[in-house]
């Protein structure tokens, strides 16, 4: 992406004639104040570690026990990858920053930092769908749940999210890098976030808005709608039966992927739905805060803490890295 971007500049570059040509962009952050720098870069490097970490370790644990390959941790696992690409793509270069006192960023970054962000934002969104979609077939269809989940639709199912997020982002990418920056540079915003940079352009924006509007709603729309249709499903079969033992033991397998949704839903409705009507900005960077970095940290919590066979496998892979050591 960063070679295509430079390429890409050159070409703009011999046409542009005596406009000025932005090669890189001025990132403000979330505050220009030293001493909330400091709180600023202890709380984000520490939110960073908590979820490498969680993140990892889910995904250690489901690899390395046996019991755990079954298409819901599998999935977990693949959204445990999501939420770690999410909080790399943003951080490092953020911390990066405060600690050199730079507030720039490469045109080529930007758009790579950009891209990275989308995808795995819509990757998460689309597992949330495909987890549901899991939980549907096990409590609604028990019976026939082996023959459906197939361990090729498991792949497939897994592997949807990534291939279309990727060709999202990449969509993204191609329309913007045409646009033209020009009069300045500054992005009020903690990372090349697509819609922050759509305003600082100077070429029409129109398709750029267009289909970020188009896709961005059916990104959120079609995996709420397979959501709730999962929960509709799961709640009319968990009514029915009539041991409460029975009940608990339904609604504990889903109940972790319900937090995780509400969460990650909550966040967007919350955020954007109900924005402060003072300050816009803040109410964005708010936002992405919330979605991009303190769900994904949430989520390895989410499962583990309330999940018997994860948290089984995390004494294991702890007792059994220590006794080695
Ligand atoms: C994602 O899911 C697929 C299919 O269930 C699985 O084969 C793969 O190992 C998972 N990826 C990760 C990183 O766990």
Redesign the pocket.
């Known amino acids: 992406i960063k070679t295509l971007c430079s390429f890409l500049q050159i070409g703009r570059n011999m046409h542009g004639g005596n406009q000025t040509i932005i090669s890189e962009f001025i990132l403000l952050g979330l505050s220009n104040q030293a001493e909330q720098q400091k709180l600023i870069f202890v709380l984000f490097l520490c939110m960073y570690l908590v979820t490498v970490v969680g993140n990892g370790l889910i ?1 250690l644990a ?2 390395v026990d046996v019991h755990l390959h079954t ?1 819901m941790y ?2 977990l ?2 959204l ?2 999501a939420d770690i690409s999410s909080i790399s793509s943003l951080v490092p270069k953020m911390l990066m920053n405060i600690q050199m006192k730079s507030q720039s960023i490469s045109y080529g970054n930007c758009i790579t930092q950009m891209y990275f962000s989308i995808m795995s934002v819509v990757t998460e969104n689309f597992l949330l769908g495909t987890m549901a979609y899991d939980r549907f077939v096990a409590i609604c269809h028990p019976l026939n749940y082996t023959t459906i989940m197939r ?1 090729r639709l ?2 497939l ?3 949807i999210p990534w291939v279309l997020s990727n060709g999202i982002a990449l969509t993204h990418t191609l329309l913007l890098i045409r646009l033209l920056f020009c009069n300045t540079n500054t992005l009020p915003h903690f990372f090349c976030d697509l819609a922050t940079l759509l305003k600082l352009s100077c070429s029409d924006t129109t398709i750029n808005e267009l289909v970020l509007f188009v896709v961005g709603l059916s990104v959120i729309t079609f995996p709420f709608a397979l959501i709730l249709f999962s929960y509709v499903c799961i709640i009319k079969a968990v009514l029915k039966i009539s041991s409460a033992e029975g009940k608990r033991k339904a609604f504990s397998t889903c109940g972790s992927h319900l937090t995780v949704v509400l969460l990650f839903y909550g966040t967007i409705v919350g955020v954007y739905f109900f924005p402060s009507s003072t300050h816009p900005e803040d109410t964005d960077k708010i936002g992405a805060v919330l979605i991009t970095l303190v769900t994904p940290m949430m989520n390895p919590f989410i499962y583990t803490l309330r999940n018997k066979d994860m948290k089984g496998a995390l004494t294991k892979l702890i007792n059994r890295k220590s006794s080695s050591l």
């Open positions: 995904i489901i690899s298409p599998l999935f696992a693949n445990s990858f361990p498991c792949i199912l897994a592997v």
